[in-house]
């Protein structure tokens, strides 16, 4: 599976949009960018996932570059609840089985008042 | 949360003791996974299940078994527990949908070895 690189921490003030980085420059064509969060203490929680194209659901957005290299997750109005460690994670997925999944350091998304 | 439940949420226990630590799931779901956490370490696949009495290893089997003799319930036991199995265990299972596989985490549970 590809690895990927985000940063360590990001700051977000509430109420605006928090916009998360992940470069994952070896990703193979049959690789998906997967994003989970975990609020401390808790399990981690699927966010939302994609291949190519943009994605979006009630939670968040992914946006992922044309030659998929890298992809951003758009949470569009940040709360205080959103403050977690947010895992970006690129793999191959299929037939059900999600061992494949890795979680690496993530970025600590922390939102201010 | 998908129907996940782990027990017990927490647990402390002697070095050399034996614990066992269930997940349980209500939807019938055919993958099951323990994972623990450690600081610094992300979570690390330790043993899955792809079916009844069908498990394999993962990252860091070594000191764990596990079984799984009804679609519902993934066991995981430490046969002799030590203090570097002190962690927060997480059970998932995942599921296959139209635009790919998700995976569901349980709440976890905090195992302390003293």
């Known amino acids: 599976d590809a690895k990927t690189t985000q940063p360590p921490s990001m700051d977000c003030a509430e109420g605006r949009a928090a916009n998360l980085p992940c470069n994952h420059s070896?990703?193979?064509?049959?690789?998906?960018v997967y994003w989970y969060r975990q609020i401390h203490s808790q399990g981690p929680q699927y966010i939302i996932h994609g291949l190519k194209n943009n994605e979006t659901n009630e939670m968040a957005s992914l946006i992922i570059t044309e030659d998929r290299k890298s992809s951003t997750l758009i949470l569009p109005h940040a709360t205080l609840r959103d403050t977690a460690v947010y895992y970006c994670i690129a793999c191959e997925i299929s037939s059900g089985s999600a061992r494949q999944l890795t979680f690496g350091s993530g970025t600590q998304l922390t939102v201010l008042p | 949360d998908a129907g996940i439940t782990q027990s017990p949420r927490h647990k402390v226990t002697e070095t050399g003791t034996p614990v066992t630590l269930r997940c349980h799931q209500t939807?019938?779901?055919?993958?099951m996974y323990w994972y623990r956490q450690d600081p610094g370490h992300g979570l690390r696949l330790i043993h899955y299940s792809y079916g009844v009495k069908d498990t394999d290893k993962g990252e860091v089997s070594d000191g764990y078994s596990v079984s799984r003799s009804k679609t519902e319930d993934f066991l995981l036991t430490l046969e002799s527990a030590t203090s570097s199995q002190t962690s927060v265990y997480f059970c998932?299972?995942?599921?296959?949908?139209?635009?790919?596989?998700?995976?569901?985490f349980g709440q976890g549970t905090r195992l302390t070895v003293v």
């Open positions: 939807e019938n779901h055919r993958y």
């Open positions: 070896t990703i193979s064509g049959n690789e998906y």
């Open positions: 998932a299972i995942s599921v296959k949908g139209a635009g790919g596989t998700e995976a569901f």
